[in-house]
């Protein structure tokens, strides 16, 4: 189910000093595993950014050294994780710019500021570092200013990712106190949330009733179409820069310009909106004529607006009904939080292909 980001910086921030006060208390003592650390160059400040569980069972530790929020740095980062993060059967090479897609991430999420992918293709060598007295051998990447490097040390995979730092001044060594990075972490969520306070409110285009439902729809769609893109290329899909401000300014407007025009209040509105979102990027995902053609995909669209905010007889009814059949069923509180939820998921497969076949049936028709 699609869900649409959240445009409230402070609960943000709240909810990330939750979970920074839950993983301070659970990091000690330490993950029963080797932490490490930047030795050199120094950089300061310093920052917990990352602490990866998989059933409760600590697996992954990032630190984090230098500027976060200038693309120039010098930032770096390393993880040290027992479980490794990637594209499935990609590969060293495939994780590291797995690694650099997720980092360019981290700087439009927390710095507000988009970094394009570079023209020329990601370069690879071995490489070694320095840990502790130990020299380690791995492969490093370069994309762009971005630099990469992956070693195998004992049980543990280390990840390093740099900014305007010379690779061959990088030197490790294992943490022996995790409390400075702990304390950084609060400093660098305040200085996040700051930068986001002191961004602009999204200017969209303006529109009113049909038109800005439909600015949702497409926003959201093609949100799907770019991600979808990036995952079938094996890559991390790419946050933009303000991208959760301006979709919550368009779903805030979709929902208030359809309580003002049908006379319904803010919660109908929006499990409306909801309702209609989920179905066409349903569709985008199980319906192969919604993508191969143009002309199905637009009507599709247009009766399904028609129907959701109008009440407007449409010909697709029939399919339009089964999906609210299909979406009630789904999003009820006995399959959602349910003792044999699982089970509950599985009895609504029937709900998904009548509405699937509704469709196909519509199509031939068209």
């Known amino acids: 189910m699609r869900q649409v980001p959240d445009p409230e910086h402070e609960e943000w921030l709240a909810r990330m000093r939750e979970v920074a006060r839950h993983d301070a208390e659970a990091l000690v003592p330490r993950p029963l595993f080797e932490v490490f650390e930047l030795a050199a160059p120094a950089l300061r400040p310093v920052a917990l950014v990352e602490a990866m569980q998989v059933q409760e069972e600590w697996t992954g530790v ?77 492969l490093a990447c370069r994309h762009g200013n971005l630099l990469a490097v992956r070693l195998p040390v004992g049980a543990v995979t280390v990840t390093v990712i740099g900014r305007g730092v010379d690779p061959a001044s990088v030197r490790l060594a294992v943490v022996t106190d995790l409390g400075p990075y702990q304390d950084g972490r609060h400093e660098m969520l305040e200085q996040v949330a700051e930068r986001h306070r002191s961004q602009p409110e999204p200017v969209l285009e303006p529109a009113e009733g049909m038109a800005a439902y439909r600015a949702l729809v497409d926003a959201e769609l093609e949100w799907r179409a770019r991600t979808a893109a990036r995952l079938n290329a094996g890559r991390i899909p790419r946050h933009r820069a303000g991208e959760g401000a301006r979709m919550g300014a368009l779903w805030q407007r979709a929902v208030r310009e359809l309580a003002d025009r049908s006379g319904i209040g803010d919660r109908q509105a929006d499990d409306t909106m909801t309702s209609v979102v989920n179905q066409l990027t349903s569709l985008d995902e199980k319906g192969s004529w919604f993508t191969s053609s143009a002309r199905l995909r637009e009507r599709a ?9 109008l009440g407007e007889r449409v010909p697709s009814a029939p399919a339009q009904q089964a999906w609210t059949n299909s979406w009630n069923y789904h999003t009820s509180m006995a399959v959602q939080h349910g003792q044999f939820a699982d089970i509950a998921q599985r009895h609504g497969k029937p709900f998904i292909e009548r509405w699937l076949d509704a469709w196909e049936k519509w199509t031939w028709r068209q």
Do not use: F, H, K
């Not at 500027?67 to 930032?75: K, L, R, S």
């Not at 700087?107 to 007295?133: G, H, I, K, R």
């Not at 669209?301 to 905010?309: F, H, P, W």
């Open 301 to 309: 669209i247009d009766e399904t607006l028609r129907y959701a905010t």
């Open 62 to 138: 990032g630190l984090a050294y230098g500027n976060w929020a200038d693309p120039a740095g010098p930032w770096v980062s390393v993880t040290s994780a027992t479980v490794m993060e990637g594209p499935p059967g990609s590969g060293a090479e495939g994780q590291l710019l797995w690694a650099i897609d997720d980092e360019r991430n981290r700087l439009a999420d927390q710095a507000c500021l988009d970094e394009e992918d570079p023209a020329e293709p990601p370069e690879y060598w071995p490489a070694s570092v320095l840990t502790d007295d130990d020299e380690v051998r791995g």
